[in-house]
């Protein structure tokens, strides 16, 4: 069904910023929420932040203020722009949607943030 692919990490200093993308397969017009995910090594995969249809956004209390999410339908296409990044903020992150009744990850981008 529905392919995720994400893209844009790296690593960057305390400070500094990334741009994540997550291309899905196929249109996103019709999906309500899609999220974004983060796992560190030795942790519990954790919600970094989510967009609706409409533009809504939540955020986890850890990134607020400094991480922005965005969707772009016609490109099927979800960002995550990453502000005042930290050390803390380093995990695999995961864009994530569902879609009739099914539950779709993508493959992880790594984010590192070491000075």
């Known amino acids: 069904q529905v392919q995720l692919v994400e893209s844009g990490g790296g690593l960057v200093q305390p400070g500094g910023s990334l741009r994540l993308s997550c291309a899905a397969s196929?249109?996103?017009?019709?999906?309500?929420?899609m999220r974004w995910y983060r796992q560190a090594p030795g942790k519990e995969r954790e919600f970094v932040a989510v967009?609706?249809?409409?533009?809504?956004?939540n955020y986890a209390d850890s990134v607020k203020g400094r991480f922005t999410i965005s969707r772009d339908n016609a490109k099927n296409t979800m960002y995550l722009q990453m502000n005042d990044l930290k050390p803390e903020d380093t995990a695999v992150y995961y864009c994530?949607?569902?879609?009739?009744?099914?539950?779709?990850w993508g493959q992880g981008t790594q984010v590192t943030i070491s000075s």
């Open positions: 994530y949607t569902t879609r009739g009744g099914q539950t779709y």
């Open positions: 196929e249109s996103i017009f019709n999906i309500n929420a």
């Open positions: 967009i609706s249809r409409g533009g809504s956004t």
